[in-house]
């Protein structure tokens, strides 16, 4: 089973970027937490982050080739992207949407997601864990289908 992790614009800054909401662990230390997950779970995982639309839409179409499940963090896009959505609906793929601060607790324009719509699932505001819930989330609904 083949995973891709999709990182969403400015969590390459995570650890810089407003530790007091989105906590001080890096995306470097996100994404090793989750390879070792994926070790234990005996999974492959493919990690990317990019900061503009059209390369998160080119990483979600190039899952849709090469993986099994998704595991996405829009970050801003959430609320904004109609074409990250009907990319994750275009691709025959389950995805969990995933959030390391929990949006229903912050701003009131935050808390409407376009891209959850197309997604199995949302984790939101466990910090690190949320990815790795999601991970094993991910895994989950990916058996369930076969």
Do not use: F
Request: aromatic share 2%.
């Amino acid at each position: 089973m083949i995973v891709a992790v999709i990182h969403g614009p400015n969590l390459n800054l995570l650890g810089v970027r407003e530790p007091d909401v989105y906590g001080s662990v890096t995306m470097s230390e996100i994404n090793e937490r989750i390879e070792a997950l994926a070790e234990e779970l005996g999974i492959e995982v493919t990690l990317c982050q990019h900061n503009s639309e059209g390369a998160i839409i080119d990483a979600i179409h190039q899952a849709g080739c090469e993986a099994d499940g998704i595991v996405i963090n829009p970050a801003g896009y959430t609320h904004t992207s109609v074409a990250i959505h009907d990319a994750l609906k275009a691709v025959p793929l389950p995805a969990i949407e995933v959030h390391l601060s929990n949006i229903l607790a912050r701003e009131d324009w935050r808390k409407l997601s376009m891209t959850a719509p197309a997604c199995a699932g949302v984790i939101s505001g466990l910090g690190a864990e949320s990815y790795l819930l999601a991970v094993r989330g991910i895994v989950a609904v990916v058996e369930a289908g076969e």
